[in-house]
């Protein structure tokens, strides 16, 4: 079985965030307590990898803070572009076996989805796989070329440098390489920034490998979702919605009752046992962990705590602290650092 290594890009400035910082991280901004770029590493960490690599720019040392005890970190010192941000890996230099691309902005991403990919990667024993998408509107991402009256994959355009006729094709990149590791370090030092960004991009590598006979494939994503990537504060909400609903109903098929889904918001790191009723507009986020047969809310804030069985807890805001068993707690109380 060949090794396999992560990269996860997140670099890039996040301008679209309008933060009052400049330089504030955009994968370090949270949903539901969690960082952005820590559902990715949540996402890849269950395809047996050896090492993951987390490229790191704009606002770093925030990012570099989120993913310290999960990934390795590298600094891409100037954003000029994916395929340059490779280039900056440069521990991958002598690995043998395969790189996983994926952007540190998308959250929504699954282990499901990658290991299908991977699955086909290694099936097809390709060069290089790339996931496709087919979006109703596609500006803004990279097209995919194929070869006319056939599927074979010829290049990946990206949109500022795509004519009229190819602004028109809907089959997008999305953003996520399967690479075998060997030609990957034979051919970065080949990508050319020529185009209109002047930057490097990864997505070269289709037509420099269909050049030289290398196998590459597409895998068209059945879901969409999985390469949404978060921009601005609107698609985080959005991001979040669909997270908090995954959550919600994982939750449920496991013995959890939620009175209202829509106002229950639930990190995805919390444990809850069978029978716990929680009530509306409650938020339970950091470590916590919740026992059986619990009452939780209405109107209550639950952050790194630890619940037993059988208490009720009452519009209260509860925080670093530990509930034993067969507690009334609240209404209207505010509790920190404490045990009962």
Known sequence: MKDKYVV?????????????????????????????????IDAVKPLDIKDIYTVVGFGGKATEECVKDESKVVWQKEILGTGHALMQVTDLKNKDGDIIV?????????????????????????????????????????????????????????DKDCDEEEKEINEVNAGIYIINNKLLQEYLPKLSNQNAKGEYY???????????????????????????SVSDRFQLSYAAKTIRKRVNKKLMLHGVSIEDPETAYISPDIKIGKDTVVLANTTILGKSKIGEANFIGPNTVLNNVVVGDDNVITCSYIENSEITNNKNIGPFVHMENEKC
């Open 102 to 158: 994926v952007g540190g902005d998308t959250p929504l991403l699954t282990s499901e989805t990658l290991k299908k990919v991977y699955h086909k990667h290694e099936k097809d024993d390709n060069a290089l796989t790339i996931c496709t998408s087919v979006l109703e509107n596609p500006k803004g991402y990279g097209r995919v070329i194929r070869e006319r009256g056939s599927y074979r994959l010829l290049d990946i355009r990206e």
């Open 8 to 40: 996860i890009l997140g670099a890039g400035r996040g301008s679209r965030m309008e933060s009052r910082d400049p330089n504030h991280s955009k994968v370090a901004y949270p949903i539901l307590g969690k960082p952005l770029i820590n559902y990715v």
């Open 202 to 228: 990864l997505s070269e590598l289709v037509k420099l490998f269909n050049r030289d006979g290398y196998k590459c494939e597409a895998y068209v994503l059945e879901d969409a979702q999985d390469i949404f």
